[in-house]
């Protein structure tokens, strides 16, 4: 059995002779309603992940087969991914701080997501420090950088509005 990875989203393998009769599959008998078959694929996701990174987390699988001259199988597996994961979104979200400090150690993180970042605005009330920012990203992004921040603080339920109507606007200078 040999594994190729033609993109982050798409494996080529080739089953030969010897691994169909090994798992009791041929061509015609391939079908997701075959235990076999089943098996087959299971084995190949287990080998992918460990031999090549190649994991669908989640995702659905569309997986084409063609027979070969030399009676070996061409499985081409493809991850389908959601609209979620293609698409971009506007993400806004109210971070917590227990000081002015917390919120500053965090900035760095900043320039590394600048170009998706929209809004930012922080707020005190009752001496809690909270920021609110807006993201345009694809929903894997605005997830990498809200664990990120959240190192530094806590997610809040405090909507925008509220801070804009309850909250002291804290203004920097760069």
């Given at each position: 059995m040999?594994?190729e990875?033609?993109d982050?989203?798409?494996?080529?393998?080739?089953?030969?002779?010897?691994?169909?009769?090994?798992?009791?599959?041929?061509y015609?008998?391939m079908?997701?309603?075959?235990?076999?078959t089943?098996k087959?694929?299971?084995?190949?996701?287990?080998?992918?992940?460990?031999?090549?990174?190649?994991?669908?987390?989640?995702?659905?699988l569309l997986v084409?087969?063609?027979?070969?001259?030399?009676?070996?199988v061409?499985?081409?597996?493809?991850k389908i991914?959601?609209?979620?994961?293609?698409k971009?979104?506007?993400?806004?979200?109210t971070?917590?701080?227990s000081?002015?400090?917390?919120i500053?150690d965090?900035?760095t993180?900043?320039?590394?997501y600048?170009?998706?970042?929209?809004?930012?605005?922080?707020?005190c009330?009752?001496n809690?420090?909270?920021?609110?920012?807006?993201?345009?990203c694809?929903?894997k992004?605005?997830?990498?950088?809200?664990?990120?921040?959240l190192?530094?603080g806590?997610?809040?339920?405090?909507?925008?509005?509220?801070?804009?109507?309850?909250?002291?606007?804290?203004?920097?200078n760069?």
């Amino acid at each position: 059995m040999l594994i190729e990875q033609l993109d982050e989203n798409k494996i080529k393998v080739t089953v030969d002779t010897d691994d169909q009769e090994e798992y009791g599959v041929t061509y015609e008998s391939m079908a997701y309603s075959d235990c076999n078959t089943r098996k087959l694929c299971e084995t190949i996701m287990e080998r992918a992940k460990t031999e090549i990174g190649f994991n669908i987390n989640g995702a659905k699988l569309l997986v084409e087969a063609r027979k070969s001259i030399d009676g070996s199988v061409t499985l081409v597996l493809s991850k389908i991914l959601s609209c979620d994961e293609t698409k971009e979104e506007l993400f806004g979200q109210t971070i917590s701080f227990s000081s002015f400090d917390d919120i500053c150690d965090c900035r760095t993180l900043f320039e590394s997501y600048k170009d998706i970042i929209t809004a930012t605005d922080i707020y005190c009330i009752s001496n809690i420090y909270y920021l609110y920012f807006e993201l345009i990203c694809k929903k894997k992004q605005a997830i990498g950088f809200l664990r990120s921040i959240l190192e530094y603080g806590e997610k809040s339920d405090i909507s925008h509005e509220y801070l804009k109507e309850h909250g002291t606007k804290v203004l920097l200078n760069n």
